[in-house]
């Protein structure tokens, strides 16, 4: 058997952004892999993918061949490339979603290849770094006096869709909001569940948490107190919501 | 009269002349021409298709599908005004084209006119969860890389249930 690791650039597009083209694609022919006797996992996170194949050594090898041919990364920098007895990973995953967790992954890698993982180059190591990293991050979870905002909607086949969670996606959309005034009424739960939501999105990476801005302050009380226009009173009579 | 539009952009295929069909309630006027390259549909849309919500005596809101193509850029100005929302539709099954949306949304930059954005990820019947999801992420990198904050939902145009849900997110998000 054999195991091939390594980590590699997602292509720059003509206008210089860094995106997983056809990651879709790469997720498709990999679930082949899932089918076959490969067992390993895929990562991608912030512009880079991060793959471990574990398998009957001739079709590792073939794999391997293969992928460091594909037009849609770029960049491959493989740092385990040898026989093993024993697998590390008894299925073949993927987590390609740039902001979950992905440290369990990882955590199995490394306990297994401690010895490898030791002898890493520093530019090695900064290659797994950026996807081990998020271990190390704490999160503050107190929202008292702050300003939350999203910086994406969280992947919704991935996440509940209670209304809790689409009425926070709604109101962070925009404009960045006072914790305190999403409490107000409780128009969106109570306060225990407005945080359990916060604390998921923020698990996901996906808010922002700042400092008050006290010249923004008058704007944001605007926007709250704001009167939905006939528009919208409109479409909801439309779709016969009142 | 409180006229406001809703620009539904796309490439060939993803279902622009469906939901415009679904949603409105006159049949859009005959934009449908043969196309003239064969691009494995036997019409295309050459121009906008339009459809209309009539609200009240004095309020409508216009559905205006055009084409996501760059060289269709000039029907983008022209639906560029009063814009109530901007739904940009994804055809899974086939990588999109990042150039383009890319243009679309430096052209239409939501974030900077406070344009309500969705990105609808359609044919999603013919993928499997992963693949879908995985595809949303590709988007939703691009939409970061904007600053775009906007959900990328799945969308049936077919379904009159699909398109409502999505009028709802609209309106919510304009509210």
Not at chain 2, 3 to 22: D, F, N, S
Request: neutral net charge; charged residues 20%; contains cysteine.
């Amino acid at each position: 058997m054999k195991c091939i690791a390594y980590f590699s650039k997602a292509p720059l597009t003509k206008r210089g952004i860094c995106l997983p083209i056809g990651l879709s694609d790469i997720v498709k022919a990999s679930n082949r892999n899932a089918k076959s006797k490969m067992t390993g996992f895929l990562c991608y996170r912030q512009g880079y993918y991060f793959q471990v194949i574990e398998g009957p050594h001739e079709e590792v090898e073939q794999l391997a061949l293969k992928i460091s041919t594909d037009s849609r990364h770029s960049d491959p920098c493989i740092f385990i490339n040898q026989r093993i007895n024993k697998r590390c990973f008894t299925e073949w995953r993927v987590s390609v979603f740039d902001l979950i967790d992905q440290s369990q992954l990882f955590k199995q890698f490394i306990k297994i290849y401690k010895i490898e993982v030791a002898n890493f180059t520093e530019q090695q190591k900064l290659g797994i770094q950026k996807f081990y990293d998020l271990k190390n991050l704490s999160y503050s979870k107190n929202y008292e006096g702050k300003n939350l905002r999203l910086i994406a909607w969280p992947d919704l086949n991935h996440i509940s869709h209670s209304q809790i969670v689409i009425d926070l996606c709604v109101k962070l959309t925009k404009k960045s909001y006072p914790f305190n005034q999403l409490l107000d009424n409780e128009q969106f739960g109570t306060r225990d569940q407005v945080n359990a939501v916060l604390n998921q999105f923020q698990n996901l990476g996906i808010l922002t948490v700042t400092e008050p801005d006290v010249l923004k302050k008058q704007e944001i009380g605007i926007v709250h107190t704001k009167t939905p226009s006939s528009f919208f009173g409109a479409i909801k009579k439309f779709l016969g919501m009142r | 009269m409180d006229y406001q539009k809703l620009a539904i952009i796309g490439e060939v295929g993803a279902g622009k002349t469906q939901i415009v069909q679904t949603l409105s309630e006159i049949s859009p006027f005959g934009t449908e021409a043969k196309s003239t390259i064969d691009i494995g549909k036997e019409h295309t849309t050459v121009g906008i298709d339009y459809g209309r919500i009539t609200l009240s005596d004095d309020m409508a809101l216009g559905l205006y599908g055009v084409p996501g193509q760059e060289r269709y850029s000039f029907l983008w100005e022209f639906v560029n005004q009063s814009l109530w929302g901007l739904l940009i539709l994804i055809k899974y099954g086939k990588t999109p084209n990042y150039e383009n949306l890319d243009k679309m949304l430096t052209f239409f930059s939501p974030e900077k006119s406070e344009t309500t954005c969705i990105v609808a990820i359609t044919h999603c019947e013919e993928g499997d969860e992963l693949s879908i999801a995985a595809l949303g992420q590709e988007i939703r990198v691009m939409l970061m890389h904007h600053n775009v904050v906007a959900p990328v939902i799945n969308l049936d145009p077919r379904s009159q249930e699909s398109a409502k849900s999505l009028l709802v997110l609209f309106n919510a998000l304009n509210n």
